[in-house]
């Protein structure tokens, strides 16, 4: 069984349900067909996703030893439900757990490496999500808040703050191998993958036609239908389709 050590950062509710998800799954993973070369010889194994660490606005929980350990199934369903209803996840108000985080990198990324998952929504997790990818450890978006250059208020800021971001977002992305991020765009199908593997086969892409943004689509599509744009807004943020705190301004 291969081992994956995993670091959760926001624990809001696309968070609560990759928790979930990732106990659900648990013999399903066990069954990915994972190849391995061991002397010479390809040895199938399934996968165990083993979440060492989950951080909110206020606290990160961490396993007590990251090598060894990991916060157990039960552990992580009463996570889920401590945090079911919370909406808003700044995370890394606490400088501490921003420090713990990048040491755990810092440890396991010589040894076992580590996935650092951002649900969080925010854009104060992009310089540990720089400093996880220096080190040579993988990352996850959940969302597009961490590869945004700016946002509306910054944007109003002198133009070196701008390249400033600009400087960290080609920084983030300059590690293509160990950033993923399928469920950014395309209401989670598999958009990007399906780009570059066309891409890699040597076909050139000359146009692409389509509406990128499962959140946009359900609400235009909703609204066509008749309903109160505002209702409409209200009803994507409860079935999870919109970010925690959702702002209706040019960026969204």
Known sequence: MKNIPVILLGCGGVGRHLLQHIVSCRSLHA????GVIENDALRLEGVRLRVVGVSDSKSLLLASDVFTRELDDTFLNEVSRVKLGVNEC?????SE????????AT?????TGLVVVDCSASSETMGVLNQAV???????LANKKASYCCNAYKCLKPTYLFFGLQDDYDKLVA????IRYESTVGAGLPV???LNRILSSGDPIRCIVACLSGTLGYVMSEVE?????????KDAKSLGYTEPGILIIALQ
């Not at 220096?134 to 996850?140: A, M």
């Not at 590690?175 to 160990?178: F, I, K, L, Y």
């Open 31 to 34: 069954k990915l067909q994972n």
């Open 90 to 94: 700044q995370v890394f108000a606490n």
């Open 97 to 104: 757990a921003t420090r713990t985080v990048i040491d755990t």
């Open 107 to 111: 440890r396991l990324s010589k040894s």
């Open 134 to 140: 220096d080190l040579g450890c993988c990352i996850v």
């Open 175 to 178: 590690h293509p191998r160990r």
């Open 192 to 194: 990007i993958a399906s």
């Open 225 to 233: 239908g008749g309903k109160p744009f505002s209702q409409v807004v």
